[in-house]
């Protein structure tokens, strides 16, 4: 079946560490986000790669990091700097931007001990 | 730049009765407009979509939208909901640029009691 994975499911993220979350789509699509979900607050961009090798930041992109090397893979790195990390976060991927359906992960959910 | 408003944060309803939930938008150029679901810990999935033509958009699970121009407007709407149609909802839109983002309202929290 076609889809993206998330993993983990649950994250727990310890004071000063970095913390990579895994994204993966086997739909070939191009275009691949990073969300994150917060209550009340609906989802916010944080990065998008359009193409592989490329990626661009989103509304709120200080304290993450992504690399695109390959075109079904585009992991999130959430660093020390990020002071304020616990939220839901999801990927996302589409055939390409703009007015493309964006297709969603189920989400890994990070929290801080 | 566009933006997309939900008026309600959360939705009660009793089963088999109808439901609309509320998204208006603004934006100084023409967009496209989207419904998804989220249900609990999961991911989102496309409801429907407006890209053009009729302004009556017709998805899964029963659900249709309206696209009012004059209104700037694209409520969501079901005849009858039932208890698994219980999930945050979330309309967004996106200008028609490639380059455009698509932009998310807050959510709506439907809860269909029986």
């Known amino acids: 079946d076609g889809g993206i994975t998330q993993s983990p499911k649950y994250l727990f993220r310890k004071e000063g560490q970095n913390v990579t979350l895994s994204c993966e789509q086997n739909l070939n699509h191009d275009a691949m986000y990073w969300y994150r979900q917060d209550p009340g607050q609906g989802l916010r961009l944080i990065y998008y790669?359009?193409?592989?090798?490329?990626?661009q930041k989103g509304d709120i992109a200080e304290g993450y990091s992504v690399s695109r090397e390959k075109k079904e893979s585009f992991p999130l790195t959430v660093t020390s700097a990020q002071k304020n990390p616990t939220a839901f976060y999801l990927c996302a991927s589409s055939t390409g931007t703009g007015v493309q359906t964006q297709y969603f992960g189920p989400g890994t959910r990070l929290l801080v001990l | 730049a566009q933006s997309v408003t939900q008026l309600d944060s959360q939705v009660p309803v009793f089963e088999e009765a109808p439901v609309e939930l509320r998204c208006n938008y603004s934006?100084?150029?023409?967009?496209?407009l989207f419904w998804y679901v989220q249900y609990p810990n999961q991911g989102l999935q496309l409801l429907l979509k407006?890209?053009?033509?009729?302004?009556l958009v017709k998805g899964i699970n029963g659900f249709e939208a309206e696209f009012n121009k004059s209104q700037t407007s694209f409520h969501l709407r079901k005849p009858s909901v039932h208890i698994s149609d219980t999930a945050e909802y979330f309309c967004a839109v996106s200008g028609a640029r490639n380059t455009d983002k698509l932009i998310f309202g807050t959510g709506t929290r439907l809860q269909v009691f029986p």
């Open positions: 790669s359009q193409i592989v090798n490329d990626f």
């Open positions: 407006y890209l053009s033509g009729s302004t």
């Open positions: 934006s100084s150029v023409s967009v496209y």
